[in-house]
């Protein structure tokens, strides 16, 4: 029975070979199926395939969390960056407002407003005398007040 040669599919004979190939009786893949399971050869050859699937993923996950740990790396590093650069920024404007404090307090101090509105009052009087003044000695009637003033 077995005559079409020494092919074996671990352990069974092939019956006959038409053009499409191969043919095996039934029994004898069920036999040979049910061997596998029994002595673990199906099982082991699964594992094998299988630790090499899980192996290529292990790989493919280590590598995407080394990339995504130079990301997050590089995106802390951003972040340290700009918090430096805003506190720069930060105490740039508080100087800056400081700094502009101290000039008016210097400037207020030094014009001192109160004494600055009675100068300023001062000033409006003479000028507005100076105004009468001047109309009296268009009229040339100054000189009549000055001798007046003088007696």
């Known amino acids: 029975m077995h ?5 074996t599919l671990d352990g069974i004979f092939p019956v006959r070979q038409d053009k499409k190939g191969l043919m095996w009786l039934q029994s004898d893949v069920f036999k040979s199926v049910v ?23 292990t790989n493919l996950i280590n590598e995407s969390t080394s990339f995504l740990e130079v990301s997050i790396e590089k995106l802390l590093k951003t972040e ?3 918090m430096d650069k805003s506190k720069k ?4 404007v508080r100087k800056s407002a ?7 307090a210097a400037i207020e101090k030094m014009a001192n407003f109160d004494k600055l ?5 001062l000033l409006e009087r003479t000028a507005s005398a100076m105004t009468i003044l001047s109309e009296l000695d268009k009229n040339g009637k100054l000189e009549k007040l000055m001798t007046v003033i003088k007696n």
Request: glycine share 6%; aromatic share 6%; net charge positive.
């Open 117 to 121: 509105e009675r100068y300023v009052m």
């Open 80 to 82: 340290n960056d700009l």
């Open 35 to 57: 061997t596998h399971i029994q002595t673990h050869h199906y099982f082991k050859r699964r594992a094998k395939i299988m630790t090499k699937d899980l192996e290529e993923a």
């Open 89 to 92: 920024v930060s105490g740039s």
């Open 98 to 104: 400081h700094d502009l404090m101290t000039g008016m």
């Open 3 to 7: 005559k079409i040669g020494i092919t």
